[in-house]
């Protein structure tokens, strides 16, 4: 079976290739494709890739290639992991944002609207290009932002294109932790949008073990999530909010932190990977411990901003583990081998959610299977959660009206109608300084 990787030359790229090492059955993956425009950055995760299979018999091949068409041939599975300008685009959009007062995270707000705008046009073509190259390959997308790339890849490839997070199932895993489940045999009974979604209910054998959660302040108090919201705010709402939501609830205090920081996330990540890749030039630098030491480091320091915002403290040991190469290869061999599973996962909408249409990609549980992911039917959301997936929802689609039509204007219109952004004249102003400096945001006029 060959598996291509759209964004072969990115840092995480040996998570996902660890992951098919220990995979041994029949099925599986013979052939790994890394396609990168940055040939230096393909050297560098190859190198590590070979020092990670050089005790493993049956490794599977890695061919690495600039030559995207060539890399989609053949496929039978397609994991996209672009990034479209770099972690140098993302320290923009963060920075853009920052300078007039509103979130420029990667995903959420003007940072994420940013970055979707750059993304929906290559991930348009990439998606036409499997559709005439490769049609009968499934594609797995971790571009973010995932739901909204997922949604513009769909246009052209229906539901052989299926998104991944690991957000939701690093939340649920946390949650049966600390009520003593095996995450495994735990059903998570979560809904939302990619970055926007809440843990409703937890069941374990027909069993929801979420109202002892709340209803245990020591219990709840004790992971992550509990230490973000704080303890009377998850009780408020009766459900565990993705850590995502962290960005909206408490939107000030992190704005303010994310302020003082010396960096921002984009630009610890673009610094310290560019360390990476250099020490990747010497031939004989230690590729696999060089890349393990730099994870650690990065795991270690994600969301530092809103935990210190929240005073939530340093992330647990057991939390700095990743799991969305874990996610992707669960996908893959359910649909290869049809090992039927259940995964939350970003997929159009089918009439799961009443409040959206059906083409509108949700994150959900779905039932996988040879024939793709089906949503779980799920209750409907509360009023305040369905009032901020639909608002924005809404954004998401004039993004990629604005990134099919080049309007400048509808640009406006998807940064203003984000509940982020409080302000048309803050959007207008978040326009033009994104395209001062993105050229590939030139497309609007």
Not at 309 to 324: K, N, T
Not at 346 to 368: F, K, S, W
Request: aromatic share 6%.
């Amino acid at each position: 079976m060959r598996l291509t990787i759209l964004g072969g030359g990115g840092f995480r790229v040996p998570l996902v290739h660890g992951a098919l090492l220990g995979d041994r059955a029949e099925g599986r993956v013979t052939q790994v494709v890394l396609h990168d425009l940055d040939t230096d950055r393909l050297s560098a995760v190859a190198r590590v890739l070979a020092e990670q299979a050089a005790d493993v018999p049956d490794a599977p091949e890695v061919t690495v290639t600039t030559d995207l068409d060539e890399a989609l041939r053949g496929a039978d599975f397609v994991f996209s992991a672009i990034r479209v300008g770099g972690l140098e685009g993302r320290a923009a959009d963060e920075r853009v944002a920052l300078d007039l007062g509103v979130l420029g995270q990667e995903t959420v707000g003007a940072g994420g609207i940013a970055y979707g705008l750059r993304t929906v046009p290559v991930a348009d073509d990439i998606a036409r290009r499997v559709a005439r190259l490769a049609p009968d390959a499934w594609v797995i997308n971790f571009t973010n932002p995932a739901g909204l790339v997922t949604e513009a890849m769909s246009r052209h490839l229906g539901d052989r294109v299926i998104g991944i997070c690991d957000s939701p199932v690093g939340l649920g895993r946390r949650i049966a932790r600390v009520l003593g489940a095996d995450p495994r045999e735990a059903f998570i009974d979560y809904v939302g949008l990619n970055h926007l979604g809440w843990v409703r209910g937890l069941r374990v054998a027909g069993r929801d073990e979420l109202p002892r959660l709340l209803a245990d302040p020591a219990l709840l108090g004790s992971f992550e999530e509990g230490k973000l919201f704080g303890i009377e705010w998850l009780r408020s709402l009766g459900a565990i909010p993705n850590e995502y939501l962290h960005y909206y609830y408490f939107n000030r205090e992190t704005v303010r932190a994310y302020q003082r920081a010396d960096r921002t996330r984009g630009a610890f990540l673009r610094d310290q990977q560019a360390g990476f890749y250099d020490e990747m030039k010497r031939p004989d630098a230690p590729a696999l411990s060089a890349w393990d030491r730099t994870r650690a480091e990065r795991e270690a320091t994600y969301m530092a901003e809103n935990r210190d915002a929240a005073g939530a403290g340093e992330r647990d040991a057991d939390d700095l583990s990743g799991g969305y190469e874990k996610v992707a290869l669960a996908l893959m061999r359910a649909i290869a081998r049809d090992e039927r599973t259940t995964l939350i996962l970003n997929v159009r909408n089918r009439g799961t959610l009443a409040a959206l249409d059906a083409e509108a990609v949700i994150e959900v549980p779905c039932l996988v299977d040879a024939n793709g992911a089906h949503p779980v039917a799920v209750d409907p959301l509360p009023g305040h959660a369905t009032g901020l997936v639909c608002a924005v929802k809404a954004v998401e689609r004039e993004v990629l009206s604005a990134a099919a039509s080049g309007s400048r204007t509808t640009a406006v219109k998807a940064f203003a109608l984000h509940p982020l952004v409080d302000s048309v004249n803050v959007a207008r102003a978040l326009v033009d300084g994104y395209t001062a400096v993105h050229p590939g945001l030139g497309y609007l006029t």
